[in-house]
Nanobody, 116 residues
Framework: QVQLVESGGGLVQPGGSLRLSCSAS????????MGWYRQAPGKQRELVATISHAFSTTYSDSAKGRFTISRDNAKNTVYLQMNSLKPEDTAVYYCNAWLDVNNDYWGQGTQVTVSS
């Protein structure tokens, strides 16, 4: 049973920072493309950032310059460092591990609330 467990969410003031972590129980974590997605109330889930097995990264326009995705294959963990947070970043953030259509896994999500 594959499990992705997110942590690090919480309440932060505008302009603040948070670091999300996702620990994966994948035996070959290093070959998966890892990603962070988010879903705000009443909106569709959207891509935030991804990091490939080769450490190539992609970001949404809203995340560029403020968020950084990284991975530690020795710890089977992917991170999302979020700086300069805005109220519109408020959402449930989900971790994703993707290898192919038959190996596509999601975490349970962690709430991030940006509010003064």
């Amino acid at each position: 049973q594959v499990q992705l467990v997110e942590s690090g969410g919480g309440l932060v003031q505008p302009g603040g920072s948070l670091r999300l972590s996702c620990s994966a129980s994948l035996s070959i974590f290093r070959v998966y493309r890892m990603g962070w997605y988010r879903q705000a109330p009443g909106k569709q889930r959207e891509l935030v950032a991804t990091i490939s097995h080769a450490f190539s990264t992609t970001y949404s326009d809203s995340a560029k310059g403020r968020f950084t995705i990284s991975r530690d294959n020795a710890k089977n963990t992917v991170y999302l460092q979020m700086n300069s947070l805005k109220p519109e970043d408020t959402a449930v953030y989900y971790c994703n591990a993707w290898l192919d259509v038959n190996n596509d896994y999601w975490g349970q999500g962690t709430q991030v609330t940006v509010s003064s």
